[in-house]
């Protein structure tokens, strides 16, 4: 197979995808109606509770950067203040998990099944709910497709040996692969896409956790790229939301980075031999884990955030 089909099978797949999540998430949103919102504009002052609210809404509506541009938009209107903001942006970074604990399951087989149920779904019903129902069961099944040929497209690769160097040299040199994983999501804009890349490439055996969990870290930092700019047309508060993703997510990465080596121990011996349950099961320890330590120090991020841009807005 040669690279042009290589490139095409992964751009085609990865199109999938993201618009099979993209319908999946417009769907669950849809059928949850305003209600999401809602609760989001009504969050306590209890950052715990905050927290939860916003590993709910990601989990429904599958993007992490969905969520907190609408944090920064509420945060922009005065409807939440940089605590509860605060607090909402770190459960979305455990809510995104869901996606890569979804792809890593093997359902390829039953896949097409969602999409001609859901497609015949949306052509008879004439009720908003039940096509809601149907437009997450076709973005269910494309998701899963967009994840077959990536895979498929990709299985060649690990044969080449310009692939075998960049895996060895990564393997070795963690920090490469963190620049890798932050610029690949700062380019697709989704962490979701970056972990499903990773999920695939796992399926064909081309890599291991050495190179997959220092590209975790960085897309976790490159996934606030789409906040940061949703942020520019805001106020200063909406603009110090944005920041403290931007913190939050770089103090993750920064506290796990020495420790890269005892936690993929750890990873692989949760499940030995399976890296797509690995990569899953990284993605998601890993937001958890850096969300109960620096929870506690909410507060001290917003005044770090305060000493970066002062004042208040006019």
């Not at 403290?244 to 990465?253: C, E, K, P, R, T």
């Not at 969300?291 to 002062?310: A, F, Q």
Request: glycine residues 10%.
């Amino acid at each position: 197979m040669d690279s042009f089909t290589v490139f095409t099978g992964l751009f085609g797949g990865l199109g999938l995808f993201l618009y099979g999540m993209k319908l999946m998430g417009d769907g669950l949103e849809n059928a949850a109606g305003e209600g999401l919102k809602k609760i989001l504009e009504k969050v306590t002052g209890n950052k715990y509770l905050a927290v939860l609210v916003g590993a709910l809404v990601t989990a429904v509506i599958q993007s992490s950067s969905a969520t907190t541009v609408m944090v920064v938009s509420f945060v922009n209107a005065g409807l939440l203040s940089l605590a509860q903001a605060a607090g909402v942006i770190m459960g979305a970074n455990v809510g995104t998990t869901i996606t890569a604990q979804m792809v890593s399951l093997d359902i390829d087989a039953i896949a097409p099944l969602f999409i001609g149920a859901g497609a015949i779904a949306l052509l008879v019903s004439k009720k908003k709910k039940n096509r809601d129902i149907a437009s997450i069961a076709v973005g269910f099944g494309i998701l899963f497709m967009g994840m077959n040929l990536m895979g498929s497209s990709m299985d060649p690769i690990k044969e080449a040996p310009w692939f075998t160097n960049f895996i060895i040299v990564v393997s070795e040199n963690s920090l490469l692969g963190l620049l890798a994983g932050l610029g690949m999501t700062a380019i697709v804009q989704s962490s979701s896409a970056t972990t499903g890349i990773l999920v695939a490439l796992a399926m064909t055996g081309a890599i291991d956790m050495r190179l997959a969990f220092p590209v975790i870290l960085g897309c976790n930092i490159g996934t606030c790229v789409t906040a940061l700019i949703s942020s520019i047309s805001a106020n200063k508060t909406g603009k110090k939301a944005a920041l403290i993703h931007l913190l939050f997510n770089s103090l993750g990465a920064i506290i796990f980075f020495p420790f890269i080596s005892p936690f993929i121990g750890l990873i692989e011996s949760l499940s030995p031999g399976d890296v797509t349950r690995q990569v899953a099961n990284a993605h998601t320890i890993f937001n958890i884990t850096v969300t109960i330590i620096l929870l506690p120090l909410s507060g001290l991020l917003i005044k770090v955030v305060e000493k970066i841009l002062p004042g208040n807005d006019e």
